[in-house]
Protein backbone atom coordinates (compact mmCIF):
# COMPACT_ATOMS: atom_id res chain seq x y z
CA UNK A 1 0.00 0.00 0.00
CA UNK A 2 1.39 3.30 -1.05
CA UNK A 3 0.54 5.70 1.45
CA UNK A 4 0.53 9.55 0.72
CA UNK A 5 -0.51 12.50 2.85
CA UNK A 6 -4.39 12.03 1.76
CA UNK A 7 -4.42 8.44 2.77
CA UNK A 8 -2.19 9.02 5.96
CA UNK A 9 -5.39 11.62 7.07
CA UNK A 10 -7.89 9.41 6.11
CA UNK A 11 -6.58 6.85 8.35
CA UNK A 12 -5.85 9.06 11.14
CA UNK A 13 -9.45 10.44 11.01
CA UNK A 14 -10.57 6.56 10.74
CA UNK A 15 -8.69 6.20 13.88
CA UNK A 16 -10.53 9.03 15.96
CA UNK A 17 -13.45 7.66 14.42
CA UNK A 18 -13.24 3.93 16.04
CA UNK A 19 -11.87 5.48 19.13
CA UNK A 20 -14.57 7.84 19.64
CA UNK A 21 -16.84 4.98 18.83
CA UNK A 22 -15.27 2.65 21.19
CA UNK A 23 -15.68 5.43 24.05
CA UNK A 24 -19.45 5.54 23.84
CA UNK A 25 -20.23 2.04 23.41
CA UNK A 26 -18.11 1.58 26.61
CA UNK A 27 -19.09 4.12 28.67
CA UNK A 28 -22.52 3.57 27.79
CA UNK A 29 -22.01 -0.48 28.13
CA UNK A 30 -24.12 -0.82 24.80
CA UNK A 31 -24.58 -4.17 23.33
CA UNK A 32 -22.56 -3.36 20.01
CA UNK A 33 -18.80 -2.08 19.76
CA UNK A 34 -19.11 0.91 17.50
CA UNK A 35 -15.32 0.56 17.31
CA UNK A 36 -14.98 -0.41 13.70
CA UNK A 37 -16.60 2.23 11.94
CA UNK A 38 -13.56 3.85 10.48
CA UNK A 39 -12.30 0.37 10.01
CA UNK A 40 -14.74 -0.51 7.53
CA UNK A 41 -15.10 2.81 6.21
CA UNK A 42 -11.36 2.89 5.07
CA UNK A 43 -11.10 -0.68 3.75
CA UNK A 44 -13.90 0.18 1.06
CA UNK A 45 -12.34 3.43 0.65
CA UNK A 46 -8.83 2.56 0.32
CA UNK A 47 -8.99 -1.64 0.57
CA UNK A 48 -7.60 -4.10 3.05
CA UNK A 49 -3.76 -2.38 4.59
CA UNK A 50 -5.08 0.97 5.31
CA UNK A 51 -8.04 -1.19 7.53
CA UNK A 52 -5.97 -4.01 8.50
CA UNK A 53 -3.39 -0.61 10.00
CA UNK A 54 -6.45 1.48 11.05
CA UNK A 55 -8.05 -1.34 13.11
CA UNK A 56 -4.80 -2.23 15.04
CA UNK A 57 -4.01 1.36 15.82
CA UNK A 58 -7.58 1.50 17.13
CA UNK A 59 -7.48 -1.24 19.62
CA UNK A 60 -3.93 -0.28 20.65
CA UNK A 61 -4.63 3.28 20.77
CA UNK A 62 -8.10 2.46 22.50
CA UNK A 63 -6.31 0.15 25.16
CA UNK A 64 -4.03 2.56 26.02
CA UNK A 65 -6.77 5.24 27.06
CA UNK A 66 -9.31 4.02 28.41
CA UNK A 67 -10.21 0.27 27.77
CA UNK A 68 -7.12 -2.46 28.14
CA UNK A 69 -9.46 -5.34 26.42
CA UNK A 70 -9.36 -3.41 23.27
CA UNK A 71 -5.63 -5.00 23.02
CA UNK A 72 -7.26 -8.24 23.13
CA UNK A 73 -9.04 -7.64 19.82
CA UNK A 74 -6.72 -6.40 17.83
CA UNK A 75 -6.40 -9.58 15.71
CA UNK A 76 -10.26 -9.36 15.28
CA UNK A 77 -9.81 -5.57 13.94
CA UNK A 78 -6.85 -6.89 11.86
CA UNK A 79 -8.85 -9.19 10.05
CA UNK A 80 -12.17 -6.96 9.82
CA UNK A 81 -10.01 -4.55 7.65
CA UNK A 82 -8.70 -7.30 5.40
CA UNK A 83 -12.01 -9.27 4.85
CA UNK A 84 -13.70 -5.62 3.78
CA UNK A 85 -10.96 -4.32 2.02
CA UNK A 86 -11.25 -7.36 -0.40
CA UNK A 87 -15.03 -6.73 -0.34
CA UNK A 88 -15.01 -3.13 -1.82
CA UNK A 89 -17.50 -4.41 -4.24
CA UNK A 90 -20.03 -4.23 -1.52
CA UNK A 91 -20.84 -1.09 -2.17
CA UNK A 92 -22.36 -1.69 -5.95
CA UNK A 93 -24.34 -4.84 -4.45
CA UNK A 94 -28.13 -4.33 -3.71
CA UNK A 95 -29.20 -4.47 0.05
CA UNK A 96 -30.27 -8.24 0.45
CA UNK A 97 -26.76 -8.77 -1.11
CA UNK A 98 -24.61 -6.58 1.69
CA UNK A 99 -26.71 -7.77 4.61
CA UNK A 100 -25.13 -11.47 2.87
CA UNK A 101 -21.73 -9.96 2.59
CA UNK A 102 -21.65 -8.34 6.23
CA UNK A 103 -23.23 -12.10 7.55
CA UNK A 104 -20.54 -14.03 6.01
CA UNK A 105 -17.54 -11.50 6.97
CA UNK A 106 -19.23 -11.54 10.53
CA UNK A 107 -18.41 -15.49 10.91
CA UNK A 108 -14.47 -15.49 11.13
CA UNK A 109 -14.63 -12.22 12.92
CA UNK A 110 -17.25 -13.69 15.80
CA UNK A 111 -15.13 -16.91 15.93
CA UNK A 112 -11.93 -14.93 16.87
CA UNK A 113 -13.52 -12.76 19.10
CA UNK A 114 -15.62 -15.79 20.59
CA UNK A 115 -12.06 -17.51 21.57
CA UNK A 116 -10.54 -14.46 23.19
CA UNK A 117 -13.69 -13.79 25.02
CA UNK A 118 -14.10 -17.46 25.97
CA UNK A 119 -10.85 -18.30 26.65
CA UNK A 120 -8.68 -15.48 28.13
CA UNK A 121 -11.81 -13.17 29.78
CA UNK A 122 -14.03 -16.71 30.31
CA UNK A 123 -17.12 -14.63 28.77
CA UNK A 124 -17.20 -11.41 31.09
CA UNK A 125 -15.12 -8.22 28.98
CA UNK A 126 -15.87 -4.49 29.39
CA UNK A 127 -18.40 -4.63 26.49
CA UNK A 128 -21.99 -4.59 27.21
CA UNK A 129 -22.75 -7.72 25.22
CA UNK A 130 -21.21 -9.57 28.43
CA UNK A 131 -24.26 -9.29 29.94
CA UNK A 132 -26.13 -10.47 27.34
CA UNK A 133 -23.07 -13.92 27.90
CA UNK A 134 -24.04 -14.14 31.28
CA UNK A 135 -28.12 -14.26 30.57
CA UNK A 136 -27.36 -17.25 28.31
CA UNK A 137 -24.98 -18.75 31.18
CA UNK A 138 -27.86 -18.53 33.68
CA UNK A 139 -30.40 -19.99 31.10
CA UNK A 140 -27.62 -23.15 31.55
CA UNK A 141 -26.12 -22.30 28.08
CA UNK A 142 -22.49 -23.52 28.27
CA UNK A 143 -19.50 -20.76 28.27
CA UNK A 144 -18.56 -21.62 24.22
CA UNK A 145 -21.75 -21.44 22.58
CA UNK A 146 -22.89 -18.46 24.92
CA UNK A 147 -20.14 -16.37 23.56
CA UNK A 148 -20.05 -17.13 20.22
CA UNK A 149 -24.06 -16.71 19.66
CA UNK A 150 -23.69 -13.20 21.85
CA UNK A 151 -20.71 -12.30 19.89
CA UNK A 152 -21.87 -12.99 16.21
CA UNK A 153 -24.95 -11.27 17.38
CA UNK A 154 -22.98 -7.91 18.40
CA UNK A 155 -20.76 -8.41 15.57
CA UNK A 156 -23.17 -8.68 12.51
CA UNK A 157 -25.38 -5.51 13.87
CA UNK A 158 -21.75 -3.75 14.54
CA UNK A 159 -20.59 -4.35 11.34
CA UNK A 160 -24.04 -3.85 9.68
CA UNK A 161 -24.55 -0.31 10.96
CA UNK A 162 -21.06 0.50 10.02
CA UNK A 163 -20.89 -0.83 6.53
CA UNK A 164 -24.53 0.96 5.81
CA UNK A 165 -22.88 4.17 7.08
CA UNK A 166 -20.21 4.04 4.87
CA UNK A 167 -21.86 2.87 1.58
CA UNK A 168 -23.57 6.54 2.95
CA UNK A 169 -20.93 8.72 2.51
CA UNK A 170 -18.96 6.94 0.26
CA UNK A 171 -21.87 6.86 -2.35
CA UNK A 172 -22.72 10.42 -1.43
CA UNK A 173 -22.69 13.43 -3.77
CA UNK A 174 -20.72 15.72 -1.35
CA UNK A 175 -17.77 13.10 -0.70
CA UNK A 176 -17.57 12.81 -4.31
CA UNK A 177 -17.37 16.59 -4.56
CA UNK A 178 -14.67 16.92 -2.10
CA UNK A 179 -12.45 15.07 -4.84
CA UNK A 180 -13.27 10.73 -4.19
Known amino acids: MKINT ?7 FCVAINIVGSLIA ?4 LPIYLDSIGTVFISLLYGPY ?3 LTGALSSALSGM ?4 YSFYFIPVQILLGILMGHSRSILQKPLRAKI ?3 FI ?6 LIGAVLVASVFNGVTSSGSAYIVQLLRAMGIHLVP ?6 FATDFLDK ?3 TFLADKILNSKSFHYIGF
Open 160 to 162: LFA
Open 100 to 102: IKV
Open 6 to 12: KKLTFIS
Open 50 to 52: AGA
Open 105 to 110: ISIPIS
Open 26 to 29: FSLK
Open 146 to 151: AVFITQ
Open 65 to 68: IFDI
